[in-house]
């Protein structure tokens, strides 16, 4: 089921706006994937330092999209940003297997937010282009995703850079 399905079922009339928050680690990729999903260039990339907003259209979807910066310094702030969160995109790096626990208790604790809770999670395990890259099943599995009870989730591989798989989880 990919993001649309979600929000299909979420919306009653798709020609509402969506606010979908982006977060992960930082260099997980998330501003790559945010200029993927819009259709924008991807050669000049910088980490983000606060946060990046775009609006994406999307069959009939008004998707406003909060990417956060994935330092460690700025995760603390990540809580104001969660008011009326329509859906959770959370990008993992699956070459970075020395990052799987931080990145793990992150979501973890994003998913005992109770202002986040019951919203929607996709998470993205990004980089398969790696030959270093864990396959989804394994971050699933690692990660303990088949105990999330209480909202829809799914886990998607891509690849930002390349584009795969990024639009087929957003259909």
């Keep these: 089921m990919g993001l649309l399905s979600i929000l299909r079922k979420l919306k009653s009339a798709p020609d509402q706006e969506v606010r979908i928050l982006l977060l992960g680690l930082d260099n997980a990729g998330k501003t790559t994937l945010l200029k993927q999903l819009a259709s924008e260039d991807i050669s000049h990339i910088t980490p983000t330092q606060g946060f990046n907003i775009k609006s994406v259209q999307s069959q009939g979807f008004k998707l406003n999209v909060w990417d956060i910066g994935g330092q460690r310094k700025i995760r603390p702030y990540w809580r104001n940003y969660f008011e009326n969160t329509d859906i959770l995109i959370y990008v993992i790096d699956s070459a970075d297997r020395k990052r799987f626990e931080e990145t793990g208790q992150e979501l973890a604790e994003l998913l005992e937010e109770e202002k986040l809770s019951c919203v929607p999670v996709l998470i993205f395990a990004n980089k398969q282009d790696l030959l270093t890259a864990a396959p989804a099943s394994e971050i699933a599995e690692g990660l303990n995703l088949h105990t999330i009870r209480d909202r829809v989730w799914q886990i998607q591989s891509c690849s930002a ?11």
């Design 161 to 171: 850079l390349t584009g795969e798989g990024v639009q087929n989880a957003c259909s």
